[in-house]
């Protein structure tokens, strides 16, 4: 059985639309990720994936790999 989270992660050093858009790239890309949508303008990246086949800590490591940092991260309903 899949575990599904959905959360908010919310971003530090995001001042690029570029970057923001090649981040939402580089997340949606990754097996386990169902949803990824970079708000800019909120600094925050909402994501979906299944805990099972990918971790925070490796979305976290994609941010981090983009030069960005993770500021704090709240579940979705």
């Known amino acids: ?8 992660i919310m971003l530090s050093n995001l001042n690029c639309p570029v970057c923001a858009a090649k981040l939402e790239t580089a ?6 990720v169902s949803e990824a949508k970079v708000i800019f303008g909120a600094g925050s990246l909402n994501v979906t994936y299944d805990a099972d086949a990918v971790s925070f800590e490796q ?13 704090g991260r709240v579940p979705r309903a």
């Open 59 to 71: 979305i976290a490591e994609i941010v981090s790999k983009m030069g960005l940092g993770v500021a």
């Open 1 to 8: 059985m899949s575990n599904i989270r959905s959360e908010m």
């Open 27 to 32: 997340v949606r890309g990754t097996p386990g």
